[in-house]
């Protein structure tokens, strides 16, 4: 079955940078592409970053631009956040989903999300 | 940006009563519009894709409708494991958006 497991979350202080993964498994993960979307604590979904099969295709919402990067390694099956300059606005739960595919949804399945604060 | 707005902001009513959840666009979405529900410490969960196809292992009791800029998502007979917050998401293009959430508690 398709599975997504994030890690990476924690403390970090305002400045600050943090790498997450998405670890996937029970798909051909080479076939889809992904994308990462938070939710700050008490607040709903904003959909963050986005990225093709492979590296040359990636979309950000506008608040990330310039200091967050998603990228992917086909060969572990996993997925990446660099995150950088980090504000207390970026506190929140970060999810990894899946793009189901033509015809399909664009996040399919989630993994459970980790927990990002920054503060100081 | 395409701005999704859900209504009601809170929906109470009781086990067994049909429930209308609404979601609507600043613009056209054509039919890229998901349906998710999210309980508490758990992440969302896909229950419409496409504006009215369900997903994998969701209950008929489910259906959504609508295209364009107006979109529905109506649950038939309220089981007790229903009442959790719903989002609407847009997929028109290459930014996703989400609505602001409906609350569907119990009455």
């Known amino acids: 079955q398709v599975q997504l497991v994030e890690s990476g979350g924690g403390l970090v202080k305002p400045g600050g940078s943090l790498r997450l993964s998405c670890a996937a498994s029970g798909f051909t993960f080479s076939d889809h592409y992904m994308s990462w979307i938070r939710q700050a604590p008490g607040r709903g979904l904003e959909w963050v970053a986005y990225i093709g099969s492979s590296d040359t295709y990636t979309e950000y919402t506008d608040s990330v631009k310039g200091r967050f990067t998603i990228s992917r390694d086909n060969a572990k099956n996993s997925l990446y956040l660099q995150m950088n300059s980090l504000r207390a606005e970026d506190t929140a739960i970060y999810y990894c989903?899946?793009?189901?595919?033509?015809?399909?949804?664009?996040?399919?399945?989630w993994g459970q999300g980790t927990l990002v604060t920054v503060s100081s | 940006e395409i701005v999704l707005t859900q209504s009601p902001g809170t929906l109470s009513l009781s086990p067994g009563e049909r429930a209308t959840l609404s979601c609507r666009a600043s613009?056209?979405?054509?039919?890229?519009l998901a349906w998710f529900h999210q309980k508490p410490g758990q992440a969302p969960r896909l229950l419409i894709y496409g504006a009215s196809s369900r997903a994998t292992g969701i209950p008929d009791r489910f259906s959504g409708s609508g295209s364009g800029t107006d979109f529905t998502l109506t649950i038939s007979r309220l089981e007790p494991e229903d009442f959790a917050v719903y989002y609407c998401q847009q997929y028109s293009g290459s930014q996703i958006t989400f609505g602001q959430g409906t609350r569907l508690e119990i009455k």
């Open positions: 613009q056209s979405v054509s039919i890229y």
């Open positions: 989903a899946r793009d189901g595919g033509l015809g399909a949804a664009r996040t399919d399945y």
